[in-house]
């Protein structure tokens, strides 16, 4: 428990700061599409606001990152996530955090991106192979690191980067994040189950594969 408590005041000590900008603010949400017609729409960057006179303590709570998550899964791996969407009371102020479980021998966070928010990852137990990509104009350098019980590592936003349990035991991560809804994209899950399917013909092209193997690919997410 003590752990935990310290994990916590990290993740929220982490990002406390808050910065002037001069440009538009950063989205909370995938898309606020404009509308001319303002009978059919809402000003919204995130979430409505609870009337201040209603709020209460039960709405800066949350309660179970203490439990393991279930890592019987195809990548060995689940988040646990503590976003605007579970603790209500994060809207507006700029954190969030998540849990990650990893199972033994391999369990992955497999290779995503977030793109509203920089993520810093400090390893509970366990031991992780991490790192991330940098951006075509940085000619994609790839950064790693294996880490330790107590090891800390930054992913910066937008940048593809993954996880990977390379012990023989399960392994225990908290991550925090600069925004209330970090989003996620898994490239895998993105590119090869999206909804509706790229065309195989996109995706052949730009990873030199044979049709058939793309399609397999689609097929099985």
């Known amino acids: 428990m003590k752990s935990a408590y310290f994990l916590a005041a990290f993740a929220l000590l982490a990002f406390a700061s808050s910065f002037v900008s001069a440009y538009d603010p950063s989205p909370l949400q995938d898309f606020c599409v404009a509308i001319n017609d303002t009978k059919n729409g809402v000003f919204v960057n995130g979430k409505f606001c609870k009337d201040p006179k209603l709020v209460v303590a039960n709405d800066f709570f949350f309660s179970g990152l203490d439990e393991p998550g279930n890592t019987s899964n195809a ?3 689940v988040v646990t ?4 969407e579970q603790l209500l009371g994060l809207n507006t102020l700029g954190v969030s955090l998540a849990r990650i479980d990893f199972a033994p021998y391999g369990g992955l966070n497999p290779p995503h ?4 928010g920089t993520e810093i990852l400090v390893v509970q137990e366990g031991t992780l192979y991490v790192g991330f990509v940098s951006s075509n104009q940085d000619k994609n350098r790839l950064f790693t690191k294996v880490l330790n019980k107590g090891d800390v590592f930054v992913f910066p936003i937008g940048m593809i980067h993954f996880q990977l349990n390379i012990g023989k ?4 991560a908290f991550s925090a994040f600069s925004t209330q809804n970090p989003g996620t994209i898994t490239i895998a899950d993105a590119l090869f189950g999206s909804n509706p399917t790229i065309n195989p013909d996109v995706l052949t092209k730009a990873f030199m594969l044979d049709k058939n193997v793309v399609k397999y690919l689609q097929s099985h997410f």
Do not use: K
């Open 113 to 116: 991106t977030h793109p509203r």
């Open 81 to 84: 996530p503590v976003s605007v």
């Open 169 to 172: 035991t399960p392994a225990v």
């Open 75 to 77: 990548v060995g791996s």
